[in-house]
């Protein structure tokens, strides 16, 4: 076999093998499939969705139950998918759930984010530590507050937990999640840059801001 035949079967090899491992990336990508018993974030988002939309009246809990794939597998059938109750790429994205962005949030802030939500909502009802993780995130995006979380959360005198240091207590692992679900875009506060307790509330000034939610012991205004 001459010298250039050997190269060109080399390349056609590479090109075969590199044509392969292409195809078995796509076909995992696409295998994500999330069904009853999976948990998590993504599932959160799942579940908010068909809330949102009328197909679920179940708790938003993250956690893929029956009532979560009975929920789906009506989404389904109205919408012309096939209705097994599981939520692969196809009905993920019927639903709007983008799972690569799901991902792709950096572990640090999710970390610190977690930590401002255990020690300030730690005992509240899972949507209340969610709509706190959004209040920081809602802060971010207003020209008046700082424009990073780790400068929201350290700003001077805006979170009680870390002037008292129970910032630095555990974090509840149900703050991980809530922290994910907010950075993901779940929003219970409606938009809200404040919230406070009013059994504990010193400030005369935080009950006048315009009231947009009230969630277990927390009230959120803008």
Known sequence: M????????????????FNILII??????????????STGSVVTQIQQRLSDWGYYSGSVDGIYGSKTVAAV??????????????????????????????SSKTSGDVA????????????EPYVGQVAVGAVVLNRMDSPAFPSTMS???YQ???FTCVTDGQFWGNIADSAYRAARDAMNGWDPSGGAIYYFNPSTA?????????????????????
Not at 24 to 37: I, L, N, P
Not at 202 to 222: D, E, N, Q, Y
Request: proline share 1%.
């Open 2 to 17: 001459t010298k250039s035949r050997k190269r060109l079967c080399t390349a056609l090899v590479v090109v075969f093998v």
């Open 24 to 37: 078995c990336f796509a076909q995992s990508a696409e295998a994500v499939t999330y069904k009853q018993g």
């Open 73 to 102: 597998k009506y989404f389904q059938r109205s919408n012309g998918l096939t209705a097994d109750g599981k939520c692969g790429s196809k009905t993920l994205a019927a639903l709007g759930v983008n799972v690569s962005s799901t």
């Open 112 to 123: 610190l984010l977690a930590r401002l939500i255990s020690a300030e909502a730690r005992g």
């Open 151 to 153: 400068g929201v959360i």
């Open 156 to 158: 001077s005198g805006a």
């Open 202 to 222: 010193t400030s005369s000034w935080i009950w006048s801001r315009p009231l947009l939610a009230v969630i277990g012991k927390h009230r959120f205004c803008a």
